[in-house]
């Protein structure tokens, strides 16, 4: 077969020159690079999956509930429970992963000749959906300690009047929280320079030290808050997302969704796990403790450590991040260099993963030290 390449294809403009989204999986003992939740779910969720995708099943020559009715109910009422502000059933939409949901949101809201603004580092599939979606990408200003230089990012609202307006809290990679005030003061200026989107993505807020920003809603129909259950329900393989928002964006998204977009099978098993929420919050809570450890054990053996209120931590500082990464790994341990200059990020494991884990940067730290 002829040697053909992506560019080498007539693919669209913005994606020449790109690479796919993805981390390495490498067979190593300790595998810390995708901030999984590290512990399976527990049998008597598996057992009642089992129960309500049998009972799916019956039904797989149906269409599956287009408007997935029950389980957004069911959604609407674990943030209610979990935030102590009211949301129903007309204020949440859910897809196949937050991936899909972004994906919505810039079909609806971004698209050909219109603008997203994210503040990086921070999640990159936000700008690769941007590109994915014909919406032009702009990348916005955080200060050193990677917190969001809120007025240089008024400042690049103001100039770019972007459509959509990213916010990540708490951060992907570095891990800290954006306070309520910023995300304000982000939003006014969003709807002052126009009316644009803003979407605060949750995907991690389950383990943070603060509260969702849910509350912010109220009376802010160009606001969204993403989620997914990939993280606190430790169902990443199950790819459920989904947003909550004034009833208006649930119908627009609804514009551009494909037809019967979540299958019966997701539907039950996400079902099945939203009966299970306090089993499953309590894993939460023991991989905050671990998270807070790494962070103090870190600091201790001499590293540099962000604010953490995700399930991973970012610790450095280092001269070359990259010779750091493959110190680590020989050490059997696989984090994630996501080319942040001078940072490496570490997912919370289990009390054992995260044991080999601090053993091997403490190892790290005195060759160094010996080296220098």
Same mark, same amino acid.
């Given at each position: 077969?002829?040697?053909?390449?992506?560019?080498d294809l007539?693919?669209r403009?913005?994606?020449?020159?790109?690479s796919?989204?993805?981390?390495?999986?490498?067979d190593?003992p300790?595998?810390?690079?995708t901030n999984?939740?590290?512990?399976?779910?527990?049998?008597?969720?598996?057992?009642?999956?089992?129960?309500?995708?049998?009972e799916?099943a019956?039904d797989?020559?149906?269409?599956?509930?287009?408007?997935?009715?029950?389980?957004?109910?069911?959604?609407?009422?674990y943030?209610?429970?979990?935030s102590?502000?009211?949301?129903?059933?007309?204020?949440?939409?859910?897809?196949?992963?937050?991936?899909?949901?972004?994906?919505?949101?810039?079909?609806?809201?971004?698209?050909?000749?219109?603008?997203?603004i994210?503040?990086?580092?921070?999640?990159?599939m936000?700008?690769?959906?941007?590109?994915?979606?014909?919406?032009?990408?702009?990348?916005?200003p955080?200060?050193?300690?990677?917190?969001?230089d809120?007025?240089?990012?008024?400042?690049?609202?103001?100039?770019?009047r972007?459509?959509?307006?990213f916010?990540?809290?708490?951060n992907?990679?570095?891990?800290?929280?954006?306070p309520?005030?910023?995300?304000l003061?982000?939003?006014?200026?969003?709807?002052?320079?126009?009316?644009?989107?803003?979407?605060?993505?949750e995907a991690?807020?389950?383990?943070?030290?603060?509260?969702?920003?849910?509350?912010?809603?109220?009376?802010?129909?160009?606001?969204?808050?993403?989620?997914?259950?990939?993280?606190?329900?430790?169902?990443?393989?199950?790819?459920?997302?989904?947003?909550?928002?004034?009833?208006?964006?649930?119908?627009?998204?609804?514009l551009?969704?494909?037809?019967?977009?979540?299958s @019966?099978? $997701?539907?039950?098993?996400?079902? *099945?796990? &939203?009966?299970?929420?306090?089993? +499953?919050? =309590?894993?939460v #809570? %023991?991989l905050?403790?671990?998270?807070?450890?790494?962070?103090a054990?870190?600091?201790?053996?001499?590293?540099?450590?962000?604010?953490?209120?995700?399930?991973?931590?970012?610790?450095?500082?280092?001269?070359?991040?990259?010779?750091a990464?493959?110190?680590?790994l020989?050490?059997?341990?696989l984090?994630?260099?996501?080319?942040?200059p001078?940072?490496?990020r570490?997912? @919370?494991? $289990?009390?054992?993963?995260?044991? *080999?884990? &601090?053993?091997?940067?403490?190892? +790290?730290? =005195?060759?160094? #030290? %010996?080296?220098?």
């Amino acid at each position: 077969m002829t040697d053909v390449r992506i560019d080498d294809l007539p693919v669209r403009d913005e994606l020449r020159g790109k690479s796919p989204y993805g981390a390495p999986q490498l067979d190593v003992p300790v595998r810390l690079n995708t901030n999984e939740n590290p512990y399976p779910l527990p049998e008597p969720l598996v057992e009642r999956i089992a129960e309500r995708v049998r009972e799916a099943a019956r039904d797989l020559n149906r269409y599956p509930d287009r408007d997935a009715v029950e389980l957004r109910t069911r959604l609407a009422e674990y943030l209610t429970d979990t935030s102590g502000y009211e949301v129903g059933l007309g204020n949440v939409w859910a897809a196949n992963g937050s991936n899909e949901v972004i994906q919505q949101l810039l079909q609806t809201f971004g698209g050909p000749g219109r603008t997203a603004i994210g503040f990086e580092p921070s999640y990159s599939m936000h700008g690769l959906i941007a590109r994915g979606t014909g919406t032009g990408w702009i990348s916005g200003p955080r200060h050193e300690d990677f917190t969001i230089d809120v007025p240089a990012a008024e400042k690049a609202i103001a100039e770019h009047r972007p459509d959509v307006v990213f916010i990540t809290t708490p951060n992907n990679p570095t891990g800290n929280a954006v306070p309520a005030g910023t995300v304000l003061a982000l939003y006014e200026a969003a709807q002052a320079a126009k009316p644009s989107m803003v979407v605060v993505d949750e995907a991690y807020i389950e383990f943070s030290h603060g509260a969702s920003l849910l509350p912010l809603l109220d009376g802010r129909p160009n606001l969204v808050i993403s989620r997914t259950m990939s993280k606190a329900f430790g169902a990443a393989g199950l790819r459920l997302g989904y947003l909550a928002a004034h009833p208006a964006v649930v119908d627009a998204v609804q514009l551009v969704r494909l037809p019967y977009h979540l299958s @019966a099978v $997701t539907q039950a098993t996400a079902l *099945a796990a &939203l009966e299970h929420t306090g089993t +499953l919050l =309590k894993y939460v #809570e %023991q991989l905050k403790t671990e998270r807070d450890r790494l962070v103090a054990e870190l600091r201790a053996a001499g590293y540099e450590v962000t604010e953490s209120d995700a399930n991973f931590v970012q610790f450095g500082r280092f001269e070359d991040s990259q010779a750091a990464w493959r110190k680590i790994l020989d050490r059997g341990v696989l984090v994630r260099d996501n080319g942040v200059p001078g940072w490496l990020r570490v997912t @919370a494991g $289990t009390p054992e993963e995260n044991d *080999a884990f &601090l053993d091997a940067v403490r190892g +790290l730290k =005195k060759e160094q #030290e %010996q080296s220098g």
